[in-house]
């Protein structure tokens, strides 16, 4: 039998609701797709933080080395402030195992329904590839003469050759794998003279490379509007870490609900486990009310299955969560009145009844 070690680090907030749902749902799938998931549970997070000062042990890294993928929860919480909860635990994984391309695919799952009405959901199917390891996230920067009138701060992105490179790279090659084999490359040259002037130069170098792969460019302002109003003129779309965070927030909007909205922060050479996550937060509003959408856990669990090759059962997954969004079994966010148990039991229902094939 197959066997795979999962990391789980549900971590704060809704993140044990939806982890706990997820490993369930996995769990069930697994039994009738003929692997096994060996997991491994980390109590890393802000709890973790109140009682040690830290998010995550010092050899946290090297804990998490052997797995064959981690499934990441959520971070943050309102008594923390967030840059420590982020920096503390979640961006060290990233970075630390590298996990330079983040991506987040978005479309309309059946029985759902985005706020643009007169848009057909087929015109919303997009993959997103996230810049994952610099950027504005890169971490350089500090503070001098701290409260002071004259206090200063900067926060420098950083963008290398090498890091541009291979997330473009990346994009292209994700592109040329789905139907349409179009890319739009995300950019604010015009302003950041600099860094994203770089980034339009390796953008047109690397197209080169990919002749079967059409591709345009967006300025991030005007590529908000283009996804309102002309969402059928995209497909895969690349974009820096702070862009993209920002446009995928709005695809998901756009597709129905944050709570739908996978993640896959993934290194491409698999030197270091990949590490997959909802992207809906902590959601510390509705946290222990039940009622936790746990769609965007499951979708990237499928994500995490593809990744380990488990093709056939990533699409039994998702095949079982679209029949049970068309059947109105939804949380409340996408208008239903469904807790986040029902919907776990309706899908793993839907997998009973499925025929996963090994």
Known sequence: MRRYRIAAIPADGIGPEVIGAGLEVLDALATRAGFALDVDHYDWGSAFYRRTGAMMPADGLAQLRGADAIYFGAVGAPDIPDHITLWGLRLVI??????????????????????????????????????????????????????????????????????????????????RARRRRHLTVVTKSNAQRYGLVLWDEVAAEVAKDFPDVTWDKELVDAMTVRMVRRPASLDTIVATNLHADILSDLAAALAGSIGIAPTANVDPERRFPSMFEPIHGSAFDITGKGIANPVGAFWT???????????????ALMAAVEQVCAAGIVTPDLGGRSNTVEVTRAVCNAIAGANVAS
């Open 94 to 175: 990233a970075q630390g195992f590298d996990q330079y391309a983040n991506l987040r695919p978005t479309r309309i799952l059946a029985g759902t329904q985005g706020p643009l009405r007169d848009v057909p959901a087929a015109d919303i199917d997009w993959m997103i590839v996230r810049e994952n390891s610099e950027g504005e996230y890169a971490g350089v920067g500090g503070r001098a003469h701290r409260g002071l009138p004259e206090e200063v701060a900067t926060e420098v992105a950083v963008f290398t050759r090498t890091g541009v490179t291979r997330v473009l790279r990346y994009a292209f090659a994700q592109a």
């Open 301 to 315: 669990a499928a994500m995490m299955l593809e990744h380990l090759g488990e093709n056939a059962a990533a699409t």
